[in-house]
């Protein structure tokens, strides 16, 4: 990988967009494996996911920070789209998120941790029990989800209504909500957030957890 490359043109804007569909909803396990990756069919990647440069870590500091805040807004979106809230560098390694086919070039496992690494430090992500396996990705931050899922008792009325958690992720009435889906200690979190709120209470245990919203 050539180091002269321009700034300007490794980091230059992506003149495409990003689509935020919900068709394909997916979530991130420790145990996902090549068979099962989001597919990059219905993502768009920015401009830079096809420069070769893009995945060698660059030795001057502040078009490095260039290059891993690229990565993360990258990883962000990607994650958005796909549904994923959790990641593991060794099982995306072979995605198209960090792998490019087109132009034989990935993103190493080590470099993956430090852009994870980078985002946690920035309030995006967070090792999952402190270790560097897998991680949370936080296209939402706690605290936003924990205001969307507010946003979406209020507007539906469910105020002083008790539902279980798998009715907050999985039912019909939540299909076109960002939080369907949703890793449930992810939800437990923003749950959480809620209760010291004094907007919610949870109540029982474990796959008996309910939640009572005020």
């Given at each position: 990988m050539?180091?002269?490359?321009?700034?300007?043109?490794?980091?230059?804007?992506?003149?495409?967009?990003?689509?935020?569909?919900?068709?394909?909803?997916?979530?991130?396990?420790?145990?996902?494996?090549?068979?099962?990756?989001?597919?990059?069919?219905?993502?768009?990647?920015?401009?830079?996911?096809?420069?070769?440069?893009?995945?060698?870590?660059?030795?001057n500091?502040?078009?490095?920070?260039?290059?891993l805040?690229?990565?993360?807004?990258?990883?962000?979106?990607?994650?958005?789209?796909?549904?994923?809230?959790?990641?593991?560098?060794?099982a995306?390694?072979?995605?198209?998120?960090?792998?490019?086919?087109?132009?034989?070039?990935?993103?190493?496992?080590?470099?993956?941790?430090?852009?994870?690494e980078?985002?946690?430090?920035?309030?995006?992500?967070?090792?999952?029990?402190?270790?560097?396996?897998e991680?949370?990705i936080?296209?939402?931050?706690?605290?936003?989800?924990?205001s969307?899922?507010?946003?979406?008792?209020?507007?539906?009325?469910?105020?002083?209504?008790?539902?279980?958690?798998y009715?907050?992720t999985?039912?019909?009435?939540?299909?076109?909500?960002?939080?369907?889906?949703?890793?449930?200690?992810?939800?437990?979190?923003?749950?959480?957030?809620?209760?010291?709120?004094?907007?919610?209470?949870?109540?029982?245990?474990?796959?008996?957890?309910?939640?009572?919203?005020?």
């Open positions: 050539s180091t002269s490359t321009p700034q300007s043109t490794l980091y230059a804007p992506s003149t495409t967009s990003t689509n935020f569909s919900s068709t394909n909803i997916l979530t991130s396990q420790t145990t996902t494996s090549s068979s099962n990756l989001p597919s990059s069919n219905t993502f768009t990647f920015p401009r830079e996911h096809s420069f070769p440069p893009f995945y060698t870590p660059q030795p500091s502040s078009t490095h920070h260039a290059q805040q690229k990565w993360s807004t990258l990883i962000q979106s990607f994650c958005r789209h796909h549904r994923i809230f959790r990641l593991s560098p060794i995306y390694i072979d995605s198209p998120l960090f792998y490019n086919r087109t132009i034989g070039k990935r993103l190493g496992t080590n470099e993956i941790k430090e852009v994870i980078f985002m946690r430090k920035e309030g995006r992500a967070d090792w999952v029990a402190g270790k560097e396996g991680a949370w936080y296209w939402k931050t706690v605290e936003e989800w924990a969307t899922i507010a946003e979406w008792v209020d507007g539906t009325a469910q105020k002083n209504t008790v539902l279980t958690l009715e907050l999985e039912s019909e009435a939540t299909l076109s909500q960002e939080f369907h889906g949703m890793d449930a200690d992810l939800l437990q979190k923003a749950l959480a957030v809620l209760v010291k709120r004094g907007k919610a209470q949870v109540f029982g245990q474990d796959d008996g957890l309910g939640v009572k919203f005020f």
